[in-house]
């Protein structure tokens, strides 16, 4: 079916004149059969839901296999209609068909077949030769130029049935034989002079690539000399800047050396010198330590003399309290008295009955009096307790503001000795950063030495690199120029192979001419080989010539020609040297 489906697409589009598109009958009736065939054979593989059968797994491998099909795959991805693998898959065989390469596709798959034994079980159509006989017909649908749009196009849900109405005979057919065979005859010959045209325009990209290996050595050799003669001018920069090296480092060692001298006797002046300055600050501290403990004392016994002062001044509040305290009792017995006196007015009358009580009242009063009599001689005692206190109090002031004085004559005299002091130390700290100077001087200098020693060793060790570099290099050449000659034998060969091959097809054209009027023989007719006259079977297979018509076994059809799109040799007729078409034999089922 297939062989058929590919026929009369073939016969359908040259009659037809002009470009197919997607709604055109046969041409939907070869994308059903191709789904067929590819389908035949397929593993089942098992999902999480159900059994998952589609032919987008081994389409898909065409990608790794073959990278200009990265473009088809990518863009197969991105269409939006699409949602099932069968869809992908349908959409890839249109695409392949318009870009004419869809045999160039298939047989890098048939190749692989290690990769397709994932996919297709052993007997399948794709695993046997029959797979490499399709390939070999699609090489003729590239006469076809399709115009299909598939983004629009519902590919998901076609149902793929075969019209085999299409295919069976007519009597209009029987009598256009001789124009079929003929065109298929000018189409095995037109696919045949596309692949030589092919073979000739590899044969033009391989010179130039040697065209531009042989520019790429020149450049390599230039630079190649280039690094020559700058390894010559770093070898010579390199024994100055090592005599140099050595110069410096000699200066270096007599610079250390005497600078080793000096900052010795410097330390030994100096360990002196901190001495005598250890014993001056210790006794400097040991006063200050004595003084601090005087001003401490001193400083106790004001506030204890405060403290005193400040009882006193309570006391005297207290007793100030007291007296007013006394006072108002003695206005308010006063009082009493007058209140009395106007009761014993009043009361005279009644003097003889309360005669006892009056001298009780006498007794009492001349006892307060008595009171008021101690109250007074104890406040007089009180203000002579007082004057006392500030007469203390005054002594004490004045004592304090001696030993204020004498305290900071004490203490301007320490603060002069302390600057004194720290004016030494600051003396002794400026020798000191000067010596520091001094000696980050010369330990600058002696890091700059050795950076520069480490700049000569890394200029060394790059010298040796480019030696290395250098010897990597001319191995390069020398593979190059291997690669090179390789290449010029396998172009003499190709110059060879295609003057050979242009003579056969000149032959082929005159024999095409000499035997134009011949026509095929019937498969029942046919029974024995034309040459060796033996019947055919199935060790014997028929291979008939389409041009001259006749029919030769396998072992007589020696003639072989290279084909760039089958992975086997094709065979030639003897007569005519037209390709020859293996047949079935009218013997085997």
Not at 192 to 215: C, F, G, I, P
Not at 371 to 391: D, G, H, P, S
């Amino acid at each position: 079916m297939a062989k058929l489906s590919i026929k009369g697409l073939i016969e359908s589009a040259l009659s037809f004149g002009r470009t197919l598109d997607s709604d055109y009958p046969p041409l939907q009736q070869f994308f059903v059969v191709m789904e067929h065939c590819l389908k035949h054979g397929l593993k089942v593989r098992k999902s999480f839901l159900s059994y998952n059968k589609t032919i987008w797994g081994p389409l898909e491998l065409v990608e790794k296999l073959y990278p200009e099909a990265e473009e088809i795959a990518a863009s197969v991805r991105d269409l939006p209609g699409l949602k099932t693998p069968l869809g992908r898959a349908r959409a890839w065989l249109r695409l392949a068909l318009m870009q004419k390469k869809m045999a160039d596709y298939l047989r890098c798959l048939i190749i692989q077949r290690d990769l397709l034994s994932e996919f297709y079980e052993y007997h399948a159509l794709m695993m046997e030769e029959e797979g490499a006989v399709i390939v070999g017909l699609l090489v003729g649908l590239n006469v076809i130029d399709a115009n299909l749009c598939v983004k629009g196009e519902d590919l998901d849900s076609q149902v793929g049935v075969i019209d085999f109405s299409v295919y069976l005979k007519s009597d209009d057919d029987i009598g256009g034989k001789e124009r079929n065979v003929q065109i298929a005859a000018i189409l095995d010959q037109k696919n045949y002079v596309e692949e030589l045209n092919r073979q000739l325009n590899t044969v033009s990209s391989l010179h130039a690539r040697v065209d531009s290996l042989e520019k790429s050595n020149t450049k390599l050799i230039e630079e190649l000399a280039i690094a020559k003669n700058n390894i010559i001018k770093l070898q010579e920069e390199n024994h100055q800047l090592r005599s140099e090296n050595t110069l410096i480092l000699m200066k270096t060692q007599h610079h250390l050396e005497a600078a080793k001298v000096d900052v010795e006797a410097e330390l030994q002046t100096y360990k002196h010198s901190r001495q005598g300055l250890d014993e001056m600050y210790s006794e400097a501290r040991r006063q200050l330590r004595e003084e601090a403990q005087l001003r401490q004392d001193m400083e106790n016994e004001l506030v204890v003399q405060v403290s005193m002062k400040h009882e006193i001044e309570l006391a005297m509040k207290l007793l100030e309290k007291d007296i007013h305290e006394k006072q108002d009792t003695l206005i308010g017995l006063r009082q009493q008295l007058d209140e009395v006196k106007a009761i014993n007015v009043e009361m005279y009358q009644k003097l003889q009955v309360s005669e006892d009580a009056m001298k009780e009242k006498n007794e009492i009063i001349s006892r307060l009096e008595d009171k008021t009599n101690q109250i007074n001689a104890t406040m007089k005692q009180l203000e002579q307790r007082l004057q006392q206190a500030e007469k203390a109090q005054m002594e004490a002031e004045a004592e304090d503001e001696k030993l204020k004085q004498e305290y900071v004559n004490k203490s301007e005299s320490l603060q002069n000795e302390f600057s004194q002091k720290e004016k030494q130390l600051l003396q002794l700290e400026t020798d000191l950063k000067i010596e520091k100077e001094w000696r980050q001087t010369l330990e600058d200098d002696l890091q700059k030495e050795k950076e520069t020693v480490s700049h000569l060793r890394t200029e060394t060790q790059e010298i040796v690199t480019l030696k290395k570099e250098f010897l990597k290099l001319q191995d390069k050449n020398k593979q190059l120029k291997s690669t090179c000659e390789d290449q010029e034998a396998a172009l003499q060969e190709l110059a060879s192979k295609l003057s050979e091959s242009k003579l056969k097809i000149e032959d082929i054209k005159e024999a095409n001419k000499a035997l134009q009027g011949q026509v095929w023989l019937k498969d029942k007719e046919a029974t024995h080989c034309k040459l060796c006259e033996k019947e055919f079977s199935l060790s014997k297979r028929k291979h008939h010539c389409r041009n001259c018509g006749e029919i030769f076994c396998n072992a007589c059809s020696d003639n072989e020609l290279p084909l760039p799109s089958s992975p086997k040799p094709v065979r030639v007729c003897d007569s005519c040297h037209a390709i020859l078409i293996q047949r079935c034999s009218s013997n085997v089922p």
